[in-house]
């Protein structure tokens, strides 16, 4: 191919290639997956174009810290979290609760604490009272002390204990009386009106299939 400055381009055309080629797909697993990999490691490594570690007793990964303790919460996004001003408008709202989100398997009751909050997303409902003022702080305050996860052990039995209220429903993941892993969910009307046995099976059946 010709440049514009007369030199030439050296260019190969795969066209031909691609049509006997295979499509593998490899889709990039979750976070959780991930971490579900890595019980009874102690020493872990990080490839980084930057920056890459070996052999580490500790290492950072996407928001986490992982040792051989378990699974926690990047002390950087806390403080972040910690230090975020009160939301002015959805669009900030939307972000605080994007990064809480991302953290709410630590969380004990994340749904119920949050609610006040994701009600504001809906259309022309934003409206910032006392209600939501406490739910953020309240936010805030569980993100800081947020527990330390063990890394799930596929060789051991593990328990998922589960709870209800009148406005939603809660379940923990445990193994050897560690915490995993934390669900919860604010019911909606229709469903707050049902028997607290069918919020104890709507919890179980929402809590087996997180």
Known sequence: MVKKNGSWRLCVDYR???????????PIPLVEELLDELHGAKFFSKLDLRISV???????YLGHVISDKGVEMSKEKVLSIL?????????????????????????KGYGLLAKPLTDLLTKDAFKWDESTSESFTK????????????LLDFGKVFMVETNTSSLGVGAVLT?????IAYFSKALSTKHQ???VYEKEMMAVIMAVKK
């Open 139 to 150: 936010l805030q305050i569980a993100m800081t002390t947020a527990p330390v996860l063990a």
């Open 54 to 60: 070996f052999s580490a007793t500790e290492v950072e």
């Open 16 to 26: 031909q290639f691609d049509q006997l080629t295979i499509k593998d797909k490899f």
């Open 83 to 107: 230090n975020w001003p009160q939301p002015q408008n959805v669009k900030e709202l939307t972000g605080f609760l994007g990064l809480t989100g991302y953290y709410r398997r630590f969380i």
């Open 175 to 179: 193994q050897d009386g560690r915490s």
């Open 193 to 195: 009106i049902l028997s």
